[in-house]
């Protein structure tokens, strides 16, 4: 019955957004009904497509690899900051990383729709592991015919395996950057050369950790830049974190997906509309 009254409360909170006088919310309601509706052109099933037949290739290969984990660990994880710079090293198979760290179904099309419908220069990427959220995002920039994905992540197991995947995917508008956020996130930004108009944090879901990287991006954000926030709600930390994002002067227009959060800053927009929308 929930799952029910939740599918009605969605479908009616999506055409209300697709009718405000708002195109930002406009551009992200037809995103996800798109993506809901699995509402592809014959293009961007092909990009689909290509990417889901190396996942189902990736999900079947027991190659060991080492990783040194920068994160939060698990969600009731305590570790201190130095813990996490000093990382956690663990060994574990490509087919488990692609089964517990992608971006897949509906979440990973509403990022290709997100950049479809924004059609963003830059896509900055916290969180690579494998690539598949990045390489959605750099097919719909192909589609689009500009634009490009900056990927930061820390483990260089994980720099390089990503990098094998894009060049069999032939995306090759996609510059992985290695290392640990708190070490490269700044001058990723600066290589960028150009304010960033959509972000995608799906890395280190400690709370401190998120707001540190909200606070350096925000002065680099375009106006009207989206930025996506994944697994809002893995942790009470995270729950702290999206909700001080939220309230924040500049963002104006907030939409909950319960796994993902979209926000969007626009200096032009008087009120501010934060909403939940049940997934
Ligand atoms: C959930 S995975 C990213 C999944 C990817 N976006 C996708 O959907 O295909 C998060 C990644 O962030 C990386 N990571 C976490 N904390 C980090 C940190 N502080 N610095 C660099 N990388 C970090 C992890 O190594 C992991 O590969």
Redo the contacts with the bound molecule.
Sequence with gaps: MKIYIDKIKRRLLLWWLSKMKNPAANKIANAIYASIKKDLNKQEQQWVECIENLRSELQENQKQVS??????GQSDSTYSDEE??EGKVHTTTVAE?CRT???RDIW?LILFKLVREFQPNICL??????????AYQAAAQRINNHGQVI?????QA?VALSQQNFTKLKLDNISVVG????D?LSAAIDQANQPIDYA?I???HDKE?TLRYFEILLPKLADKALVIF?DINWSEGMRIAWHKIVTHEQIKLSIDLNAIGICMLDSELKGKLNLRIPF
């Design positions: 990783i040194t984990d920068y994160g939060a996490m710079y990383i760290s992608s971006k990973a990427e916290l969180g690579t592991s494998l690539g598949f959220s990045a990927t930061l992540e820390g483990a994980l290392g640990k956020f708190q490269t995608f799906d890395g280190h950790a994944d």
